[in-house]
């Protein structure tokens, strides 16, 4: 089919959109970059992470629970995931414990010629946004 994108795991981040993060929250470091040989999921992160984990659901669910747990001890955490309101980790993990951006319109992942084929989100995790929350 024309202008079918190829199902994969990882998808490189759009140089603009993580522009706009970097300059909203500053320096970002990434645990899971992309094409990368280290174990973002077994290391200690910064105190400000921009995440865009592999989609495949447990890779995916595996770097939202250590984002929250990474939050926990006061870091910022920043993922773009699929939008997926439905699931048991957005309700249970997600929508009770971090601010959520739905982005408008679809996003032009690096490498293709046409937007992704989900809609996306920005979840930020940080300690402050559960403690507001909690009130």
Known sequence: ???????KDDWATPKEFLEGLEQEFGELFDPCPLK????????EWNQVNYINPPYSRKLKE???RKAYEESQKGKTCIMLLPVSTSTKIFHEVI????EIRF?????KFNGLKTA???????????????EEKSK
């Open 1 to 7: 089919m024309k202008n079918r994108i190829p199902m």
């Open 36 to 43: 990368s040989k280290f174990d973002g999921l077994s290391i």
């Open 62 to 64: 595996a770097f939202i």
């Open 95 to 98: 929508y009770p414990n971090a």
């Open 103 to 107: 982005i408008k319109g679809r996003l």
């Open 116 to 130: 992704g084929q989900m809609d996306n989100m920005v979840v930020i995790f940080r300690k402050e946004q559960m």
